[in-house]
């Protein structure tokens, strides 16, 4: 198939765009569907009666006119030929603009159903079928509703959230029926799903049949086959064979989204050429008809596109596959973008809600680009070097320039070594995929072949891996970008301006790259000197950090190159830019207090680099599911209570509560965790967590506390007013650490809360003011740093910046000279702050390792 793309071709771009943004915007405004459908097919309508009046106007006054010989001139675009392209697009786009506003109407209706308009209170019994596999760890799925109460007959998009008393261990294959009492809540506007189903007891299941039931047997066999094989490749081969991402490390997922190799961890569009490509090959060898040939490839892609499961990449990738094969049939020629603007289309018709979709987005902007990029990159490149090598530079450069603007709201990085990685992955991802369907079906009734052509086809699957993390520990693997709006307008001038200057004549070229070079540095400059200048700021020897991870909690506890984090948050890109701004690398204890998703959501981000865990009672499933992914990572997880002890390099911890035998889950089991100095340690300082314990049982906590003062206190639950003053004043700290995201809906913290830290003699730091606040013992106390300047907050006349020494002896003084951008407080230490260029500091398991005694409750 010959695809090509041409000048002409790219006019269906410009509606396929505009129907795109009306999709994004309409699926968030469903009631003015209606409306803008009736204007788009009025501003057709004229713009096709105008077209036929004045064509019909033209072509009497052309009869009239007499033929007059006229000398040549230099062609220039007649006036008519501008007016039909023009009135063309006008009627091409508001004949799909208004198809789609009634896709979306129509839509809307059967996603918003009355049985469920308004959704009724309380529990009710309702039957939903899975769209995706559910696994044991997972916490929430796709699916479908089908009836509530009486009501039957219902498609609606749901996301399904299990119970937490639901104590499978196994995962529930696409097609399940879940059935059962459930709270329906109405999803975001504009979501992919209407509701949300928070089912309340165990369901009832019935497993898939049919056609869904032999894939889930395929799958479950494969993914027996392969959890054999040694990781991250046996997961890398699950994700590229069949879209099984279960099983994958969050070290190896992390590098593969600082590789930007993230695309080889699913399937996608580039898995359905190599189907389409290989059944189209095979019968060819087999010496069949264009017609039988064609018809062979659809229905494997479709079989293909069951087992893998349908995804906005893969429904778009299979479209456009078919609509190929359709049009290569007929004799015709394929031009590329034509083909990417129909498939896009069609699928905005038939769901409009996928034009929200990142793997949509990307999907049709990454195969755009390749179409309409590569082959003038190619040549361009050309001149320089080898055709092949060309060829295959310009693939990955080309889908990186059109993608990067939509992955800022994912990750705001700039991946450096992107078109490298892809290079040295691209030829080996054919081959995990065409070895890892055939170890796939075989599995069920050859396990042993099966196990042969998965050990193969681990070789290239390891080796992406490899690569991937070998890229990921390269200096400046992944370079900081401007987040927000600001962030993506800056990626999409570069982009443009590289487009341009492929697209452009040489004379421009690189005027048009220095705007992008400009561009680039200014938007480096505007993330890295701040994190740099804040960084060489930081006081050495600190002893606690509050991380500002948003409404959350993540605090870290360092004396020498040992580390424990209690909590992590659950925002995973705040986390791990805590973590580098703090140079922490390897966490020796990792404590999670209690089980609440702003305590435990983001724990992925340490899983791969903790040594030991501390957790506490767990109730729920997705308790169970933390746990189990711990585990899974390789880390020691062990059980706390009031018994747990242990050393952090000069620090002597323990656990405090909850008490030993307690079962009880949440809140009120939070882990209490206390420091101590063991050993001579000049900026060591005391501190105790409480976690999100509530005031009764931080009456009950009482009796485990010893009398204050201790340095610092970490607030618990974000400074809610369910706390305890007697313990605050029995703590009696002159810090206290709220981790708190600004904004939040809850009124964290309470003005009760504030007033008796105040009443108690402890200074509030709060992270949604202050960023992430550092504490160190200094000659006068302790002496707290924080990453930005609360406006609000008392601090010296004529002080303008963010080092703060709260002396022990006075918790509401705040005094000493500051600097700019985060700097400690001037001659109140003799340590010089470290510099931003000096390496991180790593914890060795050799020295400064955790001590942490396997506690008799375990």
């Known amino acids: 198939m010959n695809v090509a793309p041409d000048r002409s071709d790219l006019r269906i771009a410009v509606p396929a765009a505009v129907v795109w943004v009306a999709a994004a915007v309409l699926v968030g405004v469903p009631q003015a569907a209606w409306r803008v459908g009736a204007v788009s097919g009025a501003v057709a309508a004229v713009a096709l009666v105008v077209t036929v009046v004045r064509g019909a106007a033209h072509g009497r006054t052309a009869d009239r006119m007499p033929v007059a010989p006229v000398a040549p001139v230099a062609p220039v675009a007649p006036v008519g030929s501008v007016f039909r392209v023009t009135a063309a697009l006008l009627v091409t786009t508001g004949l799909l603009v208004g198809l789609v506003a009634v896709a979306v109407a129509v839509g809307d209706a059967r996603r918003r159903p009355a049985a469920i308009s308004p959704p009724p209170a309380g529990a009710v019994p309702v039957l939903v079928v899975l769209d995706r596999d559910l696994a044991a760890a997972d916490r929430s799925v796709l699916g479908t509703l089908r009836s ?5 007959g219902l498609d609606v998009p749901v996301l399904v959230v299990p119970s937490r008393d639901d104590q499978r261990h196994h995962t529930l294959g696409a097609g399940a029926t879940l059935s059962g009492p459930a ?3 109405p999803d975001e506007p504009g979501s992919s799903t209407a509701f949300v189903l928070f089912l309340r007891t165990p369901s009832a299941v019935t497993d898939a049949s049919g056609l869904l039931g032999v894939t889930n047997d395929l799958r479950a066999s494969f993914a027996a086959v392969t959890s054999r094989l040694p990781q991250p490749g046996g997961a890398l081969l699950r994700g590229l064979a069949i879209g099984d991402r ?4 969050p070290t190896t997922a992390s590098a593969m989204e600082t590789s930007a190799l993230t695309h080889l961890t699913a399937v996608s569009g580039s898995n359905c050429a190599v189907v389409v490509a290989l ?17 062979c490839a659809v229905v494997l892609l479709l079989g293909f596109v069951v087992l893998v499961r349908p995804d906005p990449s893969i429904v778009r990738a299979t479209v456009m596959a078919i609509v190929a094969l359709v049009v290569h049939l007929v004799g015709r020629p394929v031009r590329g973008v034509p083909l990417i603007g129909l498939a896009a289309v069609g699928m905005l018709v038939v769901d409009p809600w996928s034009a929200r979709s990142f793997a949509f987005g990307l999907s049709v902007l990454a195969t755009s680009g390749i179409v309409v990029l590569a082959p003038p990159l190619t040549a361009l490149l050309g001149r320089r070097c080898w055709t092949p090598v060309a060829a295959a530079l310009a693939v990955p450069i080309a889908a990186q320039v059109a993608c990067w603007p939509l992955t800022i709201p994912l990750a705001p990085a700039l991946p450096t070594y992107a078109v490298p990685a892809n290079l040295l992955t691209e ?18 009734v050859w396990p042993w072949g099966a196990t042969v052509i998965a050990g193969i086809a681990w070789v290239p699957a390891a080796a992406i891996g490899a690569v991937a993390r070998g890229a990921a520990v390269l200096p400046f693997a992944s370079v900081p970008w401007p987040l927000g709006v600001v962030g993506v307008a800056a990626a999409v001038v570069v982009s443009a301006a590289v487009v341009v200057a492929v697209l452009a004549p040489a004379a421009i070229r690189s005027r048009v790259l220095l705007v992008a070079a400009v561009v680039v540095v200014i938007g480096v400059a505007s993330t890295s000197v701040p994190t740099l200048l804040v960084r060489a700021g930081l006081p050495t020897g600190w002893s606690v950090a509050a991380c500002d991870v948003g409404q959350g909690d993540a605090t870290l506890l360092r004396s020498g190159d040992s580390t424990a984090l209690v909590d992590v948050g659950d925002d995973p890109v705040r986390l791990q830019r805590c973590l580098d701004l703090l140079g922490v690398h390897h966490v020796d204890l990792l404590v999670l207090t209690h089980f609440d998703r702003d305590h435990v959501g983001a ?14 009672p767990s109730g729920r499933p997705a308790d169970h599911a933390v746990v189990r992914a711990l585990v899974g990572a390789g880390v020691d997880v062990r059980r706390a209570d009031d018994h747990t002890a242990g050393t952090l390099g000069a620090l002597a911890w323990r656990v405090l509560w909850p008490r030993a035998g307690d079962t009880t889950s949440g809140n009120a089991a939070s882990i209490v965790v206390t420091t101590s100095v063991a050993q001579p340690c000049g900026t060591c300082v005391q501190a105790t967590l409480l976690g999100d314990l509530d005031e009764r049982a931080q009456r009950r906590l009482r009796d485990a506390v010893e ?9 618990s639950h974000h400074g809610s007013s369910d706390q305890d003053p007697g313990l605050y004043r029995q703590l009696a700290a002159p810090v206290g650490l709220i981790g708190v995201g600004a904004d939040n809906t809850y009124g964290h913290p309470t003005s009760r809360a504030l007033d008796m830290l105040t009443a108690a003699g402890t200074t509030p730091f709060r992270t949604d003011r202050q960023g992430t606040i550092v504490v160190r013992r200094g000659a006068d106390g302790p002496e707290v740093w924080t990453e930005r300047q609360d406006a609000t907050a008392a601090v010296p006349s004529g002080s303008a910046a963010s080092g703060h020494v709260v002396p022990s002896t006075s918790a509401r003084a705040v005094s000493g000279s500051t600097r700019r951008l985060g700097s400690r407080t001037t001659g109140r230490t003799a340590c010089p702050p470290r510099s931003p260029f000096e390496p991180p500091r790593r914890s060795t398991r050799s020295r400064g390792r955790a001590s942490v005694p396997r506690p008799s409750s375990s």
């Open 279 to 295: 059944a189209v090959l095979s019968g060819r060898a087999l010496g069949l008809g264009r017609v039988t040939r064609a018809a």
């Open 148 to 152: 509530v109460g009486e009501s039957a």
């Open 427 to 444: 030829p080996l991802a054919p081959v995990v995929t065409v070895l890892g369907l055939g170890s796939c079906l075989l599995a069920p």
């Open 246 to 249: 279960s099983g994958l490390d």
């Open 183 to 185: 709270q329906i809540e």
């Open 603 to 616: 724990v992925d981000t340490v899983a791969g680099i903790s040594e030991v865990a501390l957790v506490g």
């Open 707 to 715: 009398p204050g003062p201790v340095d610092v206190v970490k607030v």
